[in-house]
């Protein structure tokens, strides 16, 4: 009997586009398909041994149509960034359940020059439209950030917290070629840079960017009928949870209960604990969110996330590596950086990151989504229990 | 003025609409538990009551969270940069504009009082909140 969870789903490809950064030359659907034929060649599946597909964007029907596909299994969960995240825990749910035996998961997406890109339109008569829109609450940078201030107010904490996750992200991009940001920077340099949504600067915001990543998996007890069955990464545990799609709906402005939530189914179907997480890789599309993460992922208590930040622990050489290819600040962020944590997640499971970090046996993966609507969570692990 | 900035109500939030053109802020409050909730609905969102009314808040409020945004989109320009959550008397958030303050954190010190206000968006009224100690409040009128 399969379980979604334990191990008993594989990763056995992984890839993203060719190159990341500012590529008007390629569609969003290219990106998606470059990084599907990357991932496959990566798992050494062909197109015929694929079954399942995910994606969120375009409708998997489309990417599966591109790519020449007929699955019988589409998941199109669309849930901002967090999106593929979830895919990875629905993907291992159906081929448990024996609905798909090889699934293929694809982002791809023209968040910098919006080649062949969607129209992206929310309607007056939308809850968003009613009530965010009119306050000119439109780009992520001046809404997502919105609770920052009083969660840094009510735990003493202020926009130099915000800045020294930039800086320990930073020592992790200066170590990676293909970062969109590499200089070292101090917390000084930070605060300084141009202000774009007071607290926020500019560097406390992510990079905007194309690309896309892709992912394959199966049984692991398939995985060894594939060539990347050899550097298979396995699913312990996952979790998913929800709030509100309006930031003022959250229940607190504190804290994020979704993250609380599916962090902890989790690590309850993972049956590790915080001791036994070596990396972490937490979505960072504004530097507010890595310090929610830690507090409400349980990495640490309440209003301690700034001064583990600061004091090095998520830096290189410290206890608690965290988003070591200088995450969506740094690295890449496309609009949907759920992918790019998951890939970077796998590097390190592997042992072919950038900047690796030695000796790591487990991943916590961290997602969230369409502002704080969506939380989603992944446990990876490069051997099974 | 740009008219994507202009909300549509829709049968279930004209009420809310209506009374922001008559310069009152209007909610509803369920009958069933006794609480307010925000945004409008048939029901209530604690219990699943049907059983629930418009009322007319005090439109009083304290400043829970904000942004100064540097960077407002094109046709947005006009607007207050001060995207707030504000927190109603009667417990609801709101997503606003502070209005009637320089955009300095200096004059935006967390839970400091509010009231409410209003502003046109095209052809439709929106409510925004001002340091109640300013005065020249329109909200109660
Ligand atoms: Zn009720």
Redesign the pocket.
Known sequence: MTSMHGGDIAVIGAAETDELGVLPDISMIELHAQAALNALRDAGVAPADVDGLATAGPLGIEVAHHLGLTPRWVDGTSVGGSSFLLHVRHAAAAIAAGAADVVLITHGESGRSGTGARAYARGPASLTGQFEVPYGALAPYSTFTVPALRFLHDRGMDATDLAEVVVAQREWSSRTPRAMRRELVTADQVLAAPMVAYPFTKDMCCVVTDGGGALVLTRSDRAADFAGGERAIYLLGSGESNEATLVSQMEETTRFRAFQRSSAEAFATSGLTHADIDHLMFYDAFAHLPLYMLEDVGFVGHGESGAFVREGHTRPGGRLPMNTNGGGLAYTHTGMYGMFAIQEAIRQLRGEAAAQVPGLTTSFVQGVGMFFAASASLVLANRRP | MSDFLTPKATPETAPFWAGAAEGVLRIQQ??????H?FYPRRF??????T??RWTTVSGRARLDSYTINHRPLRGTESLSPVIALVQLEEGPRMLTNIVGVEPDPANLVLDMPLTVDFEPRGDMTVPVFRPASTGSAEGTR
């Open positions: 369920c009958d069933a538990c006794g609480r909730y209530c969102r604690y219990c699943h009551s059983d629930v």
